[in-house]
DNA sequence: TCAATTCTTGAGTGACCGTTCAAGAAAGAA
DNA sequence: TTCTTTCTTGAACGGTCACTCAAGAATTGA
């Protein structure tokens, strides 16, 4: 679908002046360091050099490129190192402790923005973009989703025990990742997220016992 | 010192036709609920009661009466748990859990808006705002010393094994209360964060063996 | 060469932002 | 009563917001 509007020449009238992936990247940087309300037009179309004309031809209106960002980011190594850690690593024990691991490196990485584009773009926000705090905040559910049925098929295949809650678990581990982004957003390095992630996994069911002393 | 300036009759001019007190608690759930730019001084004299006017010679300007209203909120039930928790439970251990415990009940509470104000409610500010985020990250910067010298402390009185990282721990709590609170933003339950809690609590060091498996 | 199409440009839209201010009203002091 | 002080009110201030549009420039198809 991308390759035949973007490779195949022959389209009809003055082509656009600026690569397309080239000012996504610019308004995505923007959007994850500022939030998505904070970030104006102004700004954006300043960092992408392109005029606000050319921004809502391209683009449709903010909220539209605020979208389109997000499907980038989530398509980028930022965006997908959940689902490679869930694809690539034999347990899903492994799969978690990578999971956090790799968020430790990802969100305080310096090459770009800290903690994660849709835990924190849209945090806060006026009545009138409700729907863009809903669309991020659909994403996140959709991600702890991901989680529970990993959980889920874990526990069947017996690699958790048999009291163990995967819904509970989906959520800790989702809250653990989003104090994490908000950590790394204050200020905290890798090796400060990366000893939290460690501590995060003594959560992990172990059989034969309760999960938590009270 | 606030009874003087309240109690004591004999102010010269007209009086002030608001309760300082009750306009100063409608500010807080606007902010609370919408973070501190994405509220607008229009909604927030609507909901205060006052106009403009009274707003800017009672509180200065946005930014002051949003100070004030971080001030009101630390000494407010939402605000002080974290320090009763540590004045009143015997174990920096029953500490830790009651804290979790309690901000899973605050945080969720339908009878105000929803997570901490102090965590949410600068999470993402234009360039020009950032005195405001840097205010409310120093705030938590001073909470999470709070966890840190707890826990230091515990490791000194034996209370923590020797081997326990109070920083790696201080900073792993203060991730948990971070997510909890952005999960109740997100619609989490009490009962959701309860578990979370519980969960969380896993990472709390046993004597004998190291805190983590890898 | 000429029409059709698509993008760029620059100027401009009304609405809302945080903030100010002069004029009037309500209190104590003289 | 009159002065002084403090608060309220209503109408504004310039600035920025997201967004639009007509006119010109660059391309393809005929």
Partial sequence: MGAMTTTAGARRGRPP????????????????????QATSVGELTGAMGIKPGSLYAAFGDKES????VVRAYQQSPAGVFVGVAF?????????FVRILREAARVYSDPAHPAGC??????????????????????????NLVGFEERLTTAKR?????????????????????????QRSRDGAD????????????????VAGTGTTAS
């Fill in 117 to 142: 584009l849709v835990i924190s773009a849209a945090a806060n926000v006026a009545a009138q973009d409700d729907e863009v705090a809903v669309f991020l905040r659909d994403v996140r559910a959709a």
């Fill in 17 to 36: 002046a600026f690569d397309r992936a080239a000012v996504l990247t610019a308004a995505t940087r923007l959007f994850w360091e500022r939030g998505y």
């Fill in 190 to 205: 890798t090796a400060e997220l990366t000893a939290t992630a460690e501590l995060a996994m003594a959560a992990w069911p």
């Fill in 87 to 95: 694809a690539e690593e034999p347990t899903t024990r492994a799969a």
């Fill in 65 to 68: 490129l605020f979208r389109e």
């Fill in 157 to 181: 295949l017996g690699e958790l025990p048999a009291d163990a809650d995967p819904t509970a678990l989906a959520r800790y581990f989702g809250a653990v990742l989003q104090g994490m982004s």
